[in-house]
């Protein structure tokens, strides 16, 4: 049998905090007419809290992050994936990167029950496309686009965030995985 090529259909696009993720979505999306779904950060009412005081907002964030990414993804499951390709600028499975870094023991416990229970329901991806960038680059990219919640974020904290993800990504291998160093490739700027 000859070797045959699959076209992903369903292609989602991960990185840390600042690695492009949206903006290379968008790309995507126009160059090959794909239909773009983006991450709705901006409707959780705990993010700009959890980044003035992350051991009060933590676990409020990261359940309204799962179920709120959880919605997206069985809708997507729904309709979108029988129509056309899809770009995603979030894996589902990536919200436990948060909640790892996030969360108290008892509260982490409580979520991965959660977790456990919906995951199974989220389509996977026929491809994860994982941007990596140095910290540096992150911080760098975190404060052009200005995001008014993003101002009290640590740089520490987006250091563990990076850590988590390569981490994350250096194991993974649910779907095929295309890793992109993105520290010389800026996708808003459209600079390579």
Not at 50 to 72: G, K, M, V, W
Not at 91 to 104: M, S, T
């Amino acid at each position: 049998m000859a070797n045959q090529t699959i076209e992903p259909r369903f292609i989602a696009v991960e990185g840390a905090i600042g690695a492009g993720k949206t903006s290379l979505v968008n790309l995507l999306g126009k160059q090959y007419g794909a239909k773009v779904i983006l991450e709705d950060n901006d409707t959780n009412p705990f993010i700009a809290k959890f980044y003035e005081d992350r051991d009060a907002y933590s676990f409020q964030t990261q359940i309204f992050f799962l179920l709120n990414r959880f919605n997206q993804y069985l809708q997507l499951a729904q309709r979108e994936l029988f129509n056309s390709v899809v770009v995603i600028d979030y894996l589902f499975q990536r919200d436990k990167i948060f909640a790892q870094l996030n969360l108290e023991d008892h509260e982490y416990r409580l979520y991965e029950q959660i977790f456990n229970l919906i995951d199974p329901k989220a389509p996977k991806p026929d491809l994860v496309i994982f941007l990596q960038a140095s910290t540096e680059v992150l911080l760098e990219r975190v404060s052009k686009r200005g995001r008014d919640y993003e101002a009290f974020m640590d740089p520490d904290y987006l250091d563990s965030v990076n850590k988590a993800f390569n981490n994350f990504f250096f194991y993974y291998s649910n779907t095929p995985l295309l890793v992109i160093n993105t520290n010389e490739i800026d996708f808003v700027e459209k600079k390579c």
